[in-house]
């Protein structure tokens, strides 16, 4: 039997105390955000050159997998007086059950449908409508399998908008399914970027796993040029940050599609873009579980 404790630790602690809980025996560490969904939310993003420095969040949760007998308060007390600082708080203690992890990971992932003709279909499944464009995708290291709102909300807007010979580029891949959609859907030609190496080379297996021709390559080995349409699927504040990146790839008359963004924060995107950009005109396309999808055109 094993267990899962959960801390809650600053960002200035939560990577060293996570890895002197691991030298004291955890298993695994994983840090995520603790104010995820939340107005405080701080998405972690960084162009090159601009990459973040601290791998953690104001606040930060630590989820440490440990084995039945490991005392996580010894442990933590001990790591903690080594760093000079405060205990962090445990949020949670409890029992992971033995559970085949394969079968029921997959159990949680099934076929997503998109539209009558576009499905993203995990390999362990069979496809529920043959007929139609099959995207073969598995969960992994990479953002993106098509069942959360903001991807699914791209794929969307793409399933409706690409037409035969359009050029695209999709900005902050991930595991390259909007450009693998893309691709599928009929675009001339593809690209991908992503700050993240390990996202870059699981999009280029994915899209050779799906037989379609796209290119993924870091952001600054992209050739400079312009697209027919820019889909960009992170979240708002990194791309405030990069309303003039982005805008700058957008071609005469092409579009730009910007999901990654709560309802809430949408005009304030919006109007970044506009201040960066008058004649590209974005409105909210569509809105999905609290989450929407910003779209426009340059004028020509």
């Known amino acids: 039997m094993l267990r899962e404790v959960r801390f809650l630790c600053d960002e200035k602690n939560a990577e060293d105390f996570g890895d002197m809980l691991m030298d004291a025996g955890a298993m695994s560490v994983t840090v995520e955000d ?16 601009l990459e973040p420095t601290t791998l953690a969040w104001k606040r930060s949760r630590l989820s440490v997998l440990v084995a039945e007998n490991f005392d996580a308060v010894t442990a933590a007390a001990i790591a903690a007086k080594a760093l000079g600082i405060e205990v962090p708080q445990i949020e949670a203690d ?3 059950p033995d559970e085949n992890w394969v079968k029921l990971t997959q159990a949680q992932f099934g076929p997503t449908r998109v539209s009558d003709r ?21 969960p992994g290291v ?21 037409e035969n010979g359009k050029r695209v580029l999709d900005y902050g891949c991930g595991t390259g399914i909007l450009a693998i959609a893309a691709a599928k859907l009929g675009a001339q030609s593809v690209e991908g970027t992503d700050i993240d190496p390990q996202a870059v080379e699981s999009a ?5 796993a799906n037989h379609v021709a796209a290119r993924f390559v870091l952001p600054d080995a992209l050739a400079e040029k312009t697209y027919d349409i820019v889909v960009a699927n992170i979240l ?10 982005l805008l700058g790839r957008v071609g005469p008359g092409g579009s730009l599609v910007l999901s990654g963004v709560l309802a809430r924060q949408a005009e304030e995107v919006i109007e970044v873009y506009r201040q960066a950009d008058p004649s590209v005109e974005l409105s909210v396309w569509q809105e999905e579980s609290g989450w929407v999808c910003i779209a426009g055109s340059r004028k020509s």
Not at 118 to 138: F, K, M, Q, Y
Not at 142 to 162: E, M, N, Q, R
């Open 236 to 245: 708002s504040n990194p791309l405030k940050l990069l309303a003039p990146a």
């Open 94 to 96: 409890s029992a992971v």
């Open 118 to 138: 576009l499905w993203i279909v995990p390999t362990w499944h069979e496809p529920p409508s043959p007929d139609a464009i099959n995207i073969r995708l598995d």
């Open 34 to 49: 603790a104010d995820r969904d939340q107005p405080d939310e701080q998405p972690l993003y960084g162009e090159p050159g």
């Open 142 to 162: 990479a953002f993106g399998t098509g069942s959360h709102p903001t991807t699914h909300l791209c794929l969307k807007w793409l399933d409706a908008h690409v």
């Open 204 to 208: 280029a297996a994915n899209a050779q």
